[in-house]
């Protein structure tokens, strides 16, 4: 099925915000342009006239003439588009004019471009490269203008020539933008910035890093000249109301205006959704694998290049491993790769370099291959799993087809019965031109420290100035007078106890003056050694208690999910944590069935926003099974293929035959299902709660919370995206309805809150929070600290934290794990419906799990060294449904 993405129906948008709607003709764009430039372009575009319909594509026809106007600009469009040519094409011209006036180009910087990836940056610079020589050729000065990049990994002969000979367009990522501020020498050469690019900003937005980038960048219009033409470059991003007001920040406390170039949808998509079998649960593991890689490779051989997708690094190893083994005639070292974070550099940039040359029939990944590189002879991605969003999707398989009149190719293979309902929307909801909106996070108190330490380090400041600039920021420009108080308190070091705790201040503060300035010599070294908000990572020991015996290690993202008693699968056997200490955890051997899945801490969410969708596909569902017409329906008016339209159909056909239409959760019910299992003496209760991982690790933690405080202490909760258990002993029975209508929207919040002060998450987050508030220096005097040994400074500060009334560092890492990572306005918007009325609550008893719930009752078997287990787990619940429809 192929179709033209669909594009939704248009609003109002905030008055600041302003949609590029004017196309100018190819003489009016090519007019702006100088002599070398427009030459250039005409001979590089002209073989392309008939694909983009002129020399120009609709993002650069809308958003050149933009900003050679002066104006902020958000450029939304797919990739291959030319969006990234359109802003750089724009700053060159302009570069040229310059060079042509009477003062030509001074010796320093005029463009900064910005991206999330150094890899990114390096291609961009390369790509970057060709037209700026070809330009100056037709220019007659091969010299004329200097790009050059600068991050982390720069060395520091080229960083001392930069001095000398400084880029006219400097390519580099938000944290060496932050250094940079913080130079003494190198900062006056950012005094002639005009533009800033920021690439790939959807990448960033919903992320501190984009915080720390939105702040860095209004530090950076207190240096320059006059204010700079910002331009944000995106390929998949909603609402984009509320990525342009990030992009363009505050003044005078209101949004800066800005400029929308929506070309989301001038490319073809070719989507379908397949399913392996005709019937998962009937068809055993090694069918179901064996027929996985047949469809693969027989998709790889029908296409010239293709990239392949799974949710995890070992997915991906998994894959090329299977297809080497299965097809050694086909596949080898020369001709297929795996591409991830864990890869050594140089093994990345190889596969990157056969990727753009095409000589790689395939390659597999994870995330890594989402952004970056261009690969023009890609075209076919396939989506092994579902990838979780329309967003995501969209970014991956948008790698095909890397320019336009390419038709964008992908196929999502889905393994799992729940990922098949998931997956049917997420493609129909792709080709009606949904998107799912992100989530900026707000007063992020830690990237605040940051930068008040670095404007405190450059010079003596008033806080009414430093709050002025910080509040100029989207991210804080709702800021209160108290947290901006705190972080200052707690700066200045002047909390009680921080010195018997070796917690030093980093600046003074003057109340007589209201002016604040850096503290000690090594406070620069500090800053630069220190600053950025990507956490460091490591693996804890496990140890049993009994014997003290190392039986492996747990990633550390995977143990913030762990409490007391939950038992997980390492190395084949069941353990049972207890508690952690430092960077060893302590468990006891366990013959109870597993809570937490081995692979909870890799794979992304399901969006909230998609989730929605998907409950109204099941009340369609509800409502059409029994038609005859259904399966027709399906394969007319989803992109799936024949084995996925029936695994649907039967699915919603055994649920109702079992359990009525009322067993079935969508955006107005919410289905809860009872179900005694008497050979384990547990009682489960099964929450059909379609919103997410995120937002049912919230409310489950909330109610356990209750469970705990109200009734036992033996609960268990595991967690999915498709709802969660919670269980007790046999002999407990929950008012669970009770529970849930008592909830309150204004409440839940500090129920949250009290949930999380004893688990590993909040200690995690705290010492997390707690290096990026230089609470816990990384670096210093030339050492590194491990995060290892952090985790241990972080464990012996968070009692002392505890006992401090408002502590900035405690109260930022609850602000992120409940608004960030647990969606509490998710959660509190479903109470909210559930209080009105609006929302349903069944509570339903079930003799055993119904199909619906096969994929929250097995999480406890969820594991891949346990696929059998898995397997037989779901095959046995079907057959229970099955003898109870039958009876």
Known sequence: MTAKRKRKTSYTPPSSVSYATLDHTDEEILTLFEPSVRKWWTEAFGPKKQVNNGYFTPPQRLAIPLIHQGKNVLICSPTGSGKTLSSFTAIINELFLLASSENGLENSVYCIYISPLKSLANDIHKNLEQPLDQISKLYGDEKLIRAAIRHGDTASDERSSMLRKTPHILNTTPETLAILLNSPKFVEKLATVRWVIVDEIHSMADTKRGVFLSLALERLEEVVRKPFVRIGCSATVEPLDRIAEFLAGCEDGKIRDVSVVDTRFVREFDLKLLCPVPNLIEASAQEVNSALYEMIHGMIQENTNTLVFTNTRSGAERILYHLRKEYPDFYNEENSGCHHGSLSKGGRLDIEDKLKAGTLKVATSSTSLELGIDMPYLDLVIQVGSPKSVSALLQRVGRAGHSLGQVVKGRVIALDRDELIECAVMLKKAQDGFIDGVYIPE???????????????????????????????????????????????????????????????????????????????????????????????????????????????????????????????????????????????????????????????????????????????????????????????????????????????????????????????????????EHLDKPHFRRYYYFQSNYGRPFNDGLSRVLAYIVSRQRTSNVTISVSDNGFFISVPLSKKLDLMEYIESLDETKVKDLLRLSLEESQLLKRMFRINATRSLMILRNYKGHQKSAKRQQVSADMMLSYAHKLDNFAVLEEAYREIIEDKLEITHIQQIIRGIKDGEIEVELIPVDTPSPLSFGIASLSASDVVLAEDKNSLLKEFHQRVMEKIQA
């Open 443 to 673: 007063n992020c108190l830690d990237v605040l420290v940051q930068h008040v330490f670095g404007m405190a380090i450059n010079e003596p400041m008033e806080l009414e100035r430093v709050k002025q600039i910080v509040r100029r920021c989207y991210c804080y420009r709702n800021l209160s007078d108290e947290d901006f108080d705190e972080v200052i308190k707690y700066l200045a070091g002047s909390l009680p106890g921080m010195e018997d705790r070796s917690i030093y201040g980093k600046i003074w503060h003057d109340p007589e003056t209201g002016k604040i300035g850096r503290r000690g010599k090594l406070a620069r070294m500090i800053y630069y050694t220190n600053i950025g908000t990507i956490p460091d990572e490591f693996s804890c020991d496990v140890i049993t208690r009994s014997d003290q015996k190392w039986v492996g290690k747990l990633d550390e993202q995977y143990l913030e999910k762990l409490q007391k008693g939950d038992v997980f699968v390492l190395g084949g056997k069941f353990f049972e944590f207890q508690y952690r200490r430092g960077s060893k955890v302590y468990v006891d051997p366990s013959h109870s069935r597993p809570t937490v899945p081995s692979w909870f801490s890799e794979r992304l969410p399901l969006s909230f926003d998609l989730a929605l969708h998907i409950l109204d596909f099941r009340d369609m569902m509800a409502r059409r099974v029994g038609d005859r017409s259904t399966r027709k329906w399906l394969l007319n008016t989803y992109p799936l293929d024949e084995n996925s339209a029936e695994s649907i159909y039967q699915i919603f056909d055994e649920q109702i035959r079992y359990k009525g239409t009322e067993s079935i959760s969508t955006r107005k019910k919410f289905v809860i299902e």
